[in-house]
């Protein structure tokens, strides 16, 4: 995944917008951006199949042979569509946020057609499936993505035994397929890495399986998204915002409502983050508009900016600086925010994503480098956390992943592909769907993004017909991979 799972904070702005489905959330401030649209969607009453809450004890410790605690995990099942008692199983994994139920997705529509079961699992530590009662950083030491791959496993091993029982099934296993977006899109193709056995095929949504320390190609594909004239006005205010910072730091922050930022790398990465929602997530004339407005009439881009910041990214969108703030990210009792520091430990310990400047033509500040966020992992979790990228690689195998039957999809203006598998081959077929508001996950989530549109009307799209014959290239692979589980459970017979 941030699957996470990975606008540009990062991270997924906390909470994944998952709390209501994926989130990135992904990423960027993966954790805060796919939260944030989910509170704002979950107030309507058809934005879930379901919210009834199911538990199963998890081991707490996949690794150790004489640890043998335990913690409650929370999952959901929804059944109206299934073709008891021998129809597939989606498993659609929750990433980097709270898990609050089954959203009424494009996920409805593909259980709907493969007379599909839909289950969706928390992940270990976020919203209520966590092990301890805080979140020092000693007890996060159970946070990864390894340990969430074999929670997968085991649920998927349990709620495999609960289907035999209800349904009196004798033998054999029902055909598991599992889907993703974002961070949770990576743990979808690590899943179908590490255990080919237990699932069919894999969907990796915006999958952002390459760890990567620099990732400067992220800002990279920002100015690309944004043409030249928008990018000019971004790298314009981001000039202008240093030189404020300089000379009037108070003033500045409070106009872009985040006087609560004194680390100006907190304030600075948070001003970046707000342009890049409107890219990752299909919203690109939200931003560039007023921007070009206000050059073309003489006013104060810094001020047309904040405006955007404020009215959009913080109001309506719902993004909160204290998402940004470390001394916030300290905070070890569990809350409606933890999301936040536990994003940013699993990015401390295994992904990075440092979504840092580009030495030259950069749109964020240079301030925004390695060096910032290291920093911030050792100011906030202490001396000795750093992200082992290297390791992560080498444990799944980057854009090099040896496994087959996964489908790689990114939207064209994704910041995040440039994490993800955009080489195509017939085992591991990916697409990158191109269109103007093509952002992260639009395969599943249609667009515009932001605020998060929970049935993925791919009309709204500016090239609907994109985002459809990549939706019918998915149904196929999905057809041809559960026929082939089928296949293959006869003949073992």
């Not at 959901?76 to 498993?91: A, K, Q, V």
């Not at 100015?223 to 990018?231: P, T, Y």
């Not at 569990?334 to 030495?359: K, N």
Request: net charge negative.
């Amino acid at each position: 995944m941030g699957a996470a799972g990975f606008s540009s904070s990062s991270f997924f702005l906390l909470f994944f917008l998952l709390d209501l489905f994926f989130l990135l959330g992904g990423f960027t401030n993966a954790s805060l951006l796919e939260s944030v649209i989910v509170r704002q969607q979950g107030l309507r009453a058809n934005s879930y199949l379901t919210r009834d809450e199911l538990w199963f004890d998890q081991t707490l410790d996949h690794f150790s042979p004489s640890d043998h605690r335990k913690f409650q995990q929370r999952y959901y099942e929804y059944l109206d569509h299934f073709r008891s008692p021998d129809g597939p199983i989606f498993l659609h994994i929750c990433g980097e946020s709270a898990c609050n139920g089954i959203v009424n997705d494009y996920m409805s529509v593909l259980a709907k057609k493969f007379g599909a079961a839909l289950v969706t699992l928390e992940h270990r530590y976020y919203g209520k499936s966590s092990p301890f009662e805080t979140l020092s950083t000693n007890n996060l030491r159970y946070l990864s993505s390894k340990q969430a791959l074999f929670d997968l496993a085991v649920f998927r091993q349990y709620y495999q035994e609960s289907v035999n029982l209800k349904y009196n099934k004798q033998a054999g296993d029902n055909p598991w397929f599992f889907f993703g977006v974002s961070y949770s899109g990576a743990l979808s193709a690590w899943f179908r890495l590490k255990f080919p056995h237990l699932t069919c095929g894999s969907l990796a949504s915006s999958g952002v399986i390459l760890a990567v320390y620099n990732f400067s190609d992220f800002d990279k594909q920002i100015g690309e998204s944004a043409g030249a004239e928008c990018k000019l006005a971004l790298q314009e205010i981001t000039h202008l915002v240093e030189q404020q910072l300089v000379t009037n730091e108070s003033a500045i922050k409070h106009m872009f409502g985040a006087s609560e930022l004194r680390n100006n790398g907190d304030f600075l990465y948070f001003l970046a983050d707000a342009a890049v929602i409107a890219f990752q997530y299909g919203n690109p004339d939200r931003l560039c508009s007023p921007l070009l407005d206000a050059k073309k009439q003489g006013k104060d881009v810094v001020e047309a900016y904040a405006a955007y910041v404020v009215d959009y990214y913080m109001h309506t969108f719902g993004a909160k600086p204290q998402t940004y703030d470390q001394e916030h990210l300290k905070k070890i009792t569990i809350s409606e925010h933890s999301g936040d520091r536990l994003w940013w430990y699993q990015v401390c310990t295994e992904v990075a994503y440092f979504q840092v400047a580009p030495l030259n033509d950069s749109i964020r500040s240079s301030q925004v480098n390695a060096r910032y966020h290291l920093d911030l992992c050792k100011n906030v979790f202490g001396e000795n956390i750093y992200p082992e990228v290297d390791v992560t690689n080498i444990y799944y195998g980057g854009t090099n992943i040896a496994a087959s039957k996964i489908i790689f999809t990114n939207g064209s203006q994704d910041p995040w592909r440039h994490a993800s598998k955009q080489t195509s081959t017939p085992e591991l077929p990916s697409y990158i769907i191109t269109c103007h508001n093509c952002g992260h996950g639009s395969d599943l989530r249609g667009c515009p993004q932001s605020p998060l549109n929970i049935e993925g009307d791919e009309q709204n799209c500016t090239s609907p017909e994109a985002v459809h014959k990549v939706r019918q290239q998915i149904i196929e692979h999905i057809d041809l991979w559960l026929s082939e589980c089928h296949d293959s459970d006869r003949s073992a017979i």
